[in-house]
């Protein structure tokens, strides 16, 4: 009777073990903060569902993130979700996706643009009843940088024309030249602070010496706040009140760059945190603890925060739902059929 008992508790235990929901996340690069936490934002984001994550990181290697993918195919999760290592590649995307497809297991792409546009990425997933896409709209946030941006120069033109020529010069801080995700967020900035600016009564934007913003991308494709600093750096040797030729806005595709930029013009005697000192608008993107505290310093101007948290709960709402837990899609979102927008915020003085 006791080892009748026994055997049945272990093919219990067994079968509570084999049946549980598990959700496999191969992520591109676990070294990056926002991913860092992003996966801590998941982990409490399912920590009552009974969803068990085993986490793969692929270090920024496609070849490593195929080759977790057939192995978290021989394990049989419940879902698994990529953030792929290559920016806006269907045929990346299609490569570490087709051993789970091919076993019949979901796909949910997150935190990475696979395709050059929303509209390929929408036909792509057509193709297929079990993909999903979980992303923040880069357009959207691009635009929303913009026009925070705008509607600031707008308020204190006066005090931002630091020439007193008419007109606002901006830089852009593009961080990856061969990301889509960078370049869309830069084009949108642009064209919407352009748009509240020429609403306002007021030109365009303008480069330092040239009647468009001028747009330094990362050749190294590292969005660092080395970069930012050492460019601005560089432009301030140039652009200054001595040369009549200014700087009057910074547009930054992350809040590291932002960073930099910052450090670069207290460097010359702007942006510090002393009551009434010169400042040029800097905005970023991301929303981080640095930033946040640069904004409350007055040190930085404002950040799009497309935080750990609206995409962490965005994709745990998403599984949630495909495995018939209870489930709650956070306020804010955008579903566009099998692609799911999450929420941002946007965060100034």
Sequence with gaps: MQRTTLFLLILLLFCQSACADTVHILWADLSDPFCAQT??????????????????????SQWAQID??????A???????????????????????????????PVIFFGRQIGPSVDGIRDFLSQYDNVWYVHHDQADIGKSQGTAAGAYLAAHYAACDLNGDGYISAVVLQGDPYDSDASDRALYAI?????????????????PDSDHPAVYADPECM???EFGRNTLSELLTTFSPSSGQMIELVLCGNDDMANG???????VGYNSDLPGAPAIPVYGVDGTLLA????????????????PEHLAHTLAALCMEMLGKESNIPEGIRVDGHLLFPAYDVLQE
């Design 191 to 207: 064209q919407e602070a352009d748009r509240i600016l020429t609403t306002s009564g007021y030109p365009a934007l303008f480069g």
């Design 39 to 60: 996966r801590l934002a998941l982990e409490d984001a399912f920590s009552t569902s009974g969803i068990s994550l085993v986490h793969e990181n692929a270090a920024l």
């Design 223 to 225: 969005w660092s706040a």
């Design 292 to 307: 946040k505290e640069l904004i409350s310093s007055h040190r930085m101007a404002g950040t799009v925060a497309r935080s």
């Design 75 to 105: 394990a049989a999760p419940s879902i698994i979700c990529i953030q792929t290592c290559e920016y806006a590649s269907l045929s990346a995307a299609r490569a570490v996706m087709e051993a789970p497809i091919a076993a019949g297991i």
């Design 68 to 73: 977790l993918a057939e192995a978290a195919v």
């Design 261 to 267: 930029a910052v450090n670069a013009l207290t460097h």
